[in-house]
Nanobody, 124 residues
Framework: QVQLVESGGGLVQAGGSLRLSCAAS????????MGWFRQAPGKEREFVAV????????YYRDSVKGRFTISENNAKDTVYLQMNSLKPEDTAVYYC?????????????????WGQGTQVTVSS
């Protein structure tokens, strides 16, 4: 059974940092693109960052460029999202997602597996 389990969320003051982790199990994700999405109350789920399955290319939504960094471990079974200089508008439930394909995509419907989400709250 494929599982993606996020951790690392919490409450932080504006300007602070958090590191989210996503542990993958149940199949090999080597070669799969892995992404982070977020959803705030009353809003649609939106793309945050993605790392390609081959070559490790990354892509970010404009509002997090320079503040967030996506990475993965050598075994390619854990994906991280380092979030610095957090702002209140970053408050949301953050979801890890995986594609069967290796190319970068930003649309939620292009992802095949999802985690349960972890809450990130940034206070002003």
């Amino acid at each position: 059974q494929v599982q993606l389990v996020e951790s690392g969320g919490g409450l932080v003051q504006a300007g602070g940092s958090l590191r989210l982790s996503c542990a993958a199990s149940g199949r090999t994700f080597s070669g799969s693109a892995m992404g982070w999405f977020r959803q705030a109350p009353g809003k649609e789920r939106e793309f945050v960052a993605v790392i390609s399955g081959i070559g490790g290319s990354t892509y970010y939504r404009d509002s997090v460029k320079g503040r967030f960094t996506i990475s993965e471990n050598n075994a390619k079974d854990t994906v991280y999202l380092q979030m610095n200089s957090l702002k209140p508008e970053d408050t949301a439930v953050y979801y890890c997602a995986a594609r069967k394909g290796n190319t970068i995509r930003t649309i939620p419907g292009m992802y095949d597996y999802w985690g349960q989400g972890t809450q990130v709250t940034v206070s002003s």
